[in-house]
């Protein structure tokens, strides 16, 4: 343990007797600890009573930017796995492995989905350095069909560690299939009515790799749209000469988006700004709503002329 070690000694250790089960007098079970609450939910779904599952990434967090705390580091010591979204989402994952010890597995569950790499040919900027062009989009759960595969490949993993719950977990595994499958289906079928002329998915950063490529859309990321600080004139006017060129109908900010660049691309282009979009900050909202709510996002603003 080198990287943490300073700063998890004496809190880490009060935060992991805090924790302990067997010091709170309650019946021990498998700690797993997920680094996403996409995951947490999953997997709690998964494995009912089986394990207790914690979650240490709160869902308005930046992913790019989060790190565990002592707190959480004396959480993953006593946990016997621990869930990671992968992908090099969680830029920390490498230092994280070297600071837990052997007895605590470490599980990617987006190493087995294909991934989606940032293309320079449509990302005309990046969201950071970690996630530039050429690297790998590690934004897969904007696919219901990446979400299914994960979640097989999870439940198998699942079944091996908990195997007195094997046919209860792959029970639970089939029916979340079953409801994703279903989900893509309904997205499919509601996007049929938007123009393949239309679907230029204006964005904040690059997160919806995966959504595009699975439903027939361009994906424009504009880097600013999140960022707190007014843009410089010369940024805006590329921005707005982009916007022009690229024929766009509207554009989607995320959360926390930038409203002053917002308003400054509306005025100088004529834009339609679509409804928010979750990408990275989930508020709270389980997985299928989330990805019901992008849909109906979408939809407005890209078949409703009227669009604020």
């Known amino acids: 343990m080198r990287l943490w070690l300073k700063s998890f000694s004496l809190g880490g250790l009060l935060a992991a007797l ?62 016997s796995l621990v869930l990671a979204m992968g992908k090099h989402l969680e830029i920390y994952l490498d230092r994280l492995k070297e600071n837990l010890p052997d007895s605590v597995d470490i599980y990617e569950a987006g190493r087995l989905v294909p991934s989606v790499v940032i293309d320079p040919a449509n990302a ?16 897969w759960w904007h696919s219901p069909l990446s979400v299914r595969r994960a979640v097989r490949h999870l439940g198998r993993e699942l079944e091996e560690r908990f195997p007195e719950k094997r046919a209860e977990i792959r029970e639970r595994s089939g029916e979340l299939m079953n409801e994703l499958e279903e989900l893509h289906e309904w997205a499919k079928n509601e996007l049929a009515v938007i123009p393949r002329r239309d679907r230029k998915l204006v964005t904040a950063h690059a997160a919806f790799g995966y959504f595009c490529t699975e439903y027939g859309f361009q994906t424009i990321p504009v880097r600013g749209l999140t960022d707190e600080r007014n843009p410089s004139p010369a940024y805006l006017a590329e921005t707005i000469d982009i916007l022009r060129e690229e024929n766009i109908k509207a554009v989607f900010p995320e959360t926390k988006a930038n409203n002053a660049i917002l308003q400054s691309l509306k005025e100088s282009t004529g834009v339609q700004l679509g409804p928010s979009l979750y990408a990275d900050f989930l508020d709270g909202k389980p997985y299928i709503d989330m990805f019901k709510s992008n849909i109906a996002s979408i939809l407005k603003a890209l078949t409703d002329s009227d669009s604020q």
């Open 18 to 79: 805090l924790f302990s089960p067997a010091l709170r007098g309650e019946e021990q079970r498998p700690l797993v600890v997920a680094l996403h609450p996409l995951l947490s939910e999953f997997t709690t779904r998964l494995v009912g009573d089986a394990a207790e599952v914690v979650n240490i990434m709160s869902s308005d967090a930046d992913v790019h930017t989060f790190e565990p705390s002592p707190g959480d580091m004396a959480r993953m010591q006593q946990a």
């Open 124 to 139: 005309i900027f990046a969201c950071c350095p970690a996630h530039s062009h050429g690297a790998i989009d590690p934004h």
